[in-house]
Nanobody, 127 residues
Framework: QVHLVESGGGLVQAGGSLRLSCAASGRTFSNYAMGWFRQAPGKEREFVAAITQSGGNKYYADSVKGRFTISRDNVKSTVFLQMNSLNPEDTAVYYC????????????????????WGQGTQVTVSS
């Protein structure tokens, strides 16, 4: 069992930045690829970014490429999402997720390939 806890969400003006963190506990963190997803009201959960177990490969949704950066610290069992140039369309609840096994983009970009999820953190971007 892996327990994930997100933090760092909040209210920010358009053009601002936030850094989300997801702290993991329970199993060897470096065994898990990690992903960030988001869900806006009335919309499906969508892929934001993912990072492989070693951090050597990172994947991004086209909508956040160039603005968001995913990273991880395997010593601290934490994954981060640095979000810059935020716009109102980024408003959503952001979730981190963990999976073992294959870590290609096909597996990391779909929520149903993840085993463990955090409770989410709200990000609100005002115009």
């Amino acid at each position: 069992q892996v327990h994930l806890v997100e933090s760092g969400g909040g209210l920010v003006q358009a053009g601002g930045s936030l850094r989300l963190s997801c702290a993991a506990s329970g199993r060897t963190f470096s065994n898990y690829a990690m992903g960030w997803f988001r869900q806006a009201p009335g919309k499906e959960r969508e892929f934001v970014a993912a990072i492989t177990q070693s951090g050597g490969n990172k994947y991004y949704a086209d909508s956040v490429k160039g603005r968001f950066t995913i990273s991880r610290d395997n010593v601290k069992s934490t994954v981060f999402l640095q979000m810059n140039s935020l716009n109102p369309e980024d408003t959503a609840v952001y979730y981190c997720a963990a999976r073992t096994g294959y870590s290609g983009s096909y597996y990391l970009s779909a929520p149903y390939h993840y085993t463990y999820w955090g409770q989410g953190t709200q990000v609100t971007v005002s115009s």
